[in-house]
Nanobody, 111 residues
């Protein structure tokens, strides 16, 4: 299984970015697939995940600003990030159960 993430970059506070993560290989389901992030000097934390039944879960810090969506046919999840803040600056990692991780894509929110 491989996870290919894209979409990071530099954006000003209040701006938007969209991350994508495509899974390839022997994929049975993308339930549980999502994003974690790790800021400098901090532990890796959950950002958002898609779960069964079309449901989603979010960290409290991103609720109302980030939206995760899925394309089952493409084994892909997307993370639309709006109203970005400096504290969203981190390396974002795509995750697929059980313990598959993408390389990480850097998101920098700065003026």
């Amino acid at each position: 299984v491989q996870l290919q993430a894209s979409g990071g970059g530099l954006v000003q506070p209040g701006g938007s970015l969209r991350l994508s993560c495509a899974a390839s290989g022997r994929i049975f389901s993308i339930n549980g697939m999502g994003w974690y992030r790790q800021a400098p000097g901090k532990q890796r934390e959950l950002v958002a995940r898609v779960i069964s039944g079309g449901n989603t879960m979010y960290a409290d810090s991103v609720k109302g600003r980030f939206t995760i969506s899925r394309d089952n046919a493409k084994n892909t999840v997307y993370l639309q990030m709006n109203s970005l803040k400096s504290e969203d600056t981190a390396v974002y990692y795509c995750y697929l159960p059980l313990n598959y991780w993408g390389r990480g894509t850097l998101v920098t929110v700065s003026s």
